[in-house]
């Protein structure tokens, strides 16, 4: 949690984590089961988390001196169920630079 990279990990396994909760569990529970409550439980949480992964991500950015493209990669890495996972994975490949 000291580093950047280490927000960053912390950051994008939250937001995803929540993503998929909201995306795969909340959102059927709603829609097949008329359970409206987990999807105000974790639309609030997620939209915490969303704000914090993409502060995390210009963090990293701005250190590393991204270019904008891979910027606009992890800001949609975090719209998409799994994102976050597969662009941490992307990063560990290209030695987060």
């Given amino acids: 949690m000291k580093t950047v990279i280490g927000r960053f990990k912390i950051a ?15 959102m059927p529970l ?18 915490i988390l969303f704000p914090l992964y993409l502060i995390a991500l210009v ?8 270019k904008a493209a891979r910027w606009f990669m992890g800001v949609v890495a975090g719209l998409l169920p799994f994102g976050t996972f597969v662009f941490e994975s992307y990063l560990k490949k290209r030695d987060w630079k």
Avoid: T
């Fill in 12 to 26: 994008g396994i939250c937001e995803g984590v929540s993503l998929l909760l909201l995306v795969f569990i909340a």
């Fill in 30 to 47: 709603k829609y097949f089961a008329d359970i409206s409550s987990p999807v105000a439980i974790m639309g609030m949480i997620h939209g």
């Fill in 59 to 66: 963090q990293l950015a701005v250190v590393n001196r991204w």
